[in-house]
């Protein structure tokens, strides 16, 4: 199976570039017009479409995890909140975590070419199949165009979310060049609404289309493929990051069978199994045979099995988990602490907190010394220039809780007053650490199989409709509907009574849609939501918080936010560049 998708990579290759026969051909020796011209031809093009989200392309002689998945997944989630990035690195995933991107990088480059590629293959199926009128076509036909149209539409969607504007600040800014042919002839940036509207129309057709899934040895529903439930969950997506369009997420969440009853039952184990999962609505499936290693997503994440392990979580997010010991998503987030008996610190209380660095914003590291008691509270000891032991007092400051000592949500955050600063830190037990920064290994894309490297990156599942239900119903001013959901999210991963959330118990909060937002993050982080939820939601972005990104907060009405156009575009099509770059 893995020799034919590198073949029918190879093919929408030659098919998107070229109008002339093939010159590689499959054992039947069909031609491009045949492909094109048979059902078993367009699954074999819309297959090519699937490959390409994760195969691996050369980008000026360098291919090591250069594929759009790993790009799609880093560049959506590392300019949020969630990630600490523990020091230099040569992957250009830096300079998304740094706001510091530039129009030649590969993942730039390639997450727009290979984009582009998805959806101009897409369109030849659209195109050849739409010429037999419905009524003549069988299911099957009907399902292959739906794929098609649904990963048109979602293509679209994750490259005018991160080339654009957000649509929330307004229909008419630039957007992306919108392919709905194969004509390529001219080459012009629609506006962001445009680009929205055509998404919209792509995914209602395909969810109207597709009435026969893809299964698994005739058993189960295969994730790795679109389904109109995939299509209804995309829309609802779609409609909420639109803003005003609340009843209509409410609308398309209707046609779909109850979400809350596709909740997996087993979270600890559910992404390592997620192809196996009913929860996942679409998988970019990878099997064993195509185990990326160190090239991975997991790997920046995950330090076991030789994986670079140089990607935390953040600080803000480990504090919004920890309210709650019993939150089974902790489960994806492991802290290495130290074992070695020789080490004097080992078993200790030691506080970790950023200081500046002369070395510039990108050089940001940490203290850490070891939690000392006295009468008038914590402090802790560092060494000054002059080799002389500096006290610094540790404050704690409770947050939440209803102002009440037992009140569940209630927690603690530290600071250290350092050089008349009061600097966020985290007291914990010694542990491992790089660059000063301790290791909270996260393993939402690690162990399928058993492989620590390996997964199959879920882009869309059932919580996230659940999730999406319960921001519109905020917004819709739906308090009680709105906490349902949330608590329906909550009890999956093992909360319970008190720590559960009703209008009459808020655990501090002032709203209800804060509470949504707070649970999105939680529920989704890493999987590429948290940027796009700050910012369509008209909120900054605050990374004063340990890591190597520049210690400040982030408008979100910043140029910086989009990514640059690539220059292999502009300098083909001469489209015009995004403010700032």
Sequence with gaps: MKKLLYLIAALVVVLGFSSCKLDYFPSDELNSDALLGSDAGAEYIIDGCYAMLKEQYEYVEYESGNSYIRHYMMDAEYPSDNICLSGQTTDPLAKATWYKMTDNLKNIETLWWVGYKIIYTANTVIETLEKTPEADRLPATNQLLGEAYFLRGMVHFHLVNLFACQYVLGRDNKGIPLRTSTNTSETSRASVGEVYDQIVKDLRKAADLMDAPRHTDGKKINPAYATKNAALGLLSRVYLYMGDKNQEVLDVIKEMPEPTGKLDGDYPTYFANALDR????????????????????????????????????????????????NDKR???IQLQLETNKDIALTGKDVVFFPVKSDKGDDFRSNLYAEVKTDAEGKYCEIKNEAGTNVQYRIKEVKVNGMNKPDAAGEYTLYYVDYDGEDSPARIIKYPIHRNTYPNYFVTKFSYQDGHPLLS???????????????????????????????????????????????TGNMHGYTNVLDVVLDERRMELAFEGHRRNDVYRNKLDMDRRYPGTQPWEVIPYTADKIQYPIPYNERSVSGIEQNPGY
């Excluded at 509907?481 to 329906?488: I, K, M």
């Design 278 to 325: 009913e929860e996942t609505l679409l998988a970019v499936a990878h099997t064993v045979l195509e185990d990326r290693s160190t090239s991975s997503i997991g790997s920046m994440y995950n330090g076991d099995g030789g994986g670079w392990g140089e990607v935390y979580a953040s600080d803000p997010l480990l504090n919004l988990y920890e309210r709650y010991p």
């Design 330 to 332: 902790l489960s994806y």
């Design 456 to 502: 199959s990156p879920v882009l869309l599942r059932w919580a996230e409709v659940v999730l999406n239900r319960a921001e519109a119903n905020a917004k819709l001013g739906h308090n009680d509907e709105a906490l349902a959901d949330v608590n329906a999210i909550r009890q999956r991963a093992g909360l319970s009574g008190n720590e559960l959330f009703a």
